[in-house]
Structure formats: C-alpha cells, structure tokens
C-alpha cells in the first residue's frame, strides 16, 4: 500500500457480494410473489407419503370451530323445544 492510497470503508460490502446478494433476494421475492399467486410449489414434494392439502387447522381454530358448532345445535335445539 503507497500513501496515495485511502483505505476501504468498513461499512462499505464488498463489490462481488452485493451481487450476490441482490440475486438472492431477487430469487426470493420472485418465489414469495409466484407463491402468494398461487402459481408455484414451496418446495419439492415427496413421493413418499399420502399427499395432503395445504391447509391445517390449529388446536384453537378446532376449539372455535367446535363451539361455533355447538351453538349452532343448540339454538337449534332451543327453537324446536319451543315449537
């Protein structure tokens, strides 16, 4: 290193990584937006079960649907002993 020479910023990234980097996040963002359009698979699927749906519900939303249900039997249940 001569003297005429500043020395690199810390703070500053590296030419080769921000590259990189922003082809990265440009990958993820792409499959994010291709996945919330629902024209793309998270991943790469097994073969080696049953498939499934995508969805699955919670402890709680099983509990809510539960006493939804519930309610409704017994308003149901209400109505006809009043008739």
Known sequence: MTGNE???ARDAPAPADHGAAD????????QALRL????G????RRSDGPERSGRQ???G????????VGLL????????SLM
Request: charged share 5%; no cysteine; hydrophobic share 55%.
């Open 41 to 44: 698979t998270a991943g790469v």
């Open 6 to 8: 500043d020395p690199p």
């Open 23 to 30: 082809s990265h996040a440009e990958q993820v963002l792409s």
């Open 73 to 80: 039997v017994g308003l149901v249940a209400g109505f006809l």
């Open 57 to 59: 519900l919670t402890t």
């Open 61 to 68: 939303q099983l509990l809510l649907l539960a006493a939804i």
């Open 36 to 39: 919330m359009a629902g024209g």
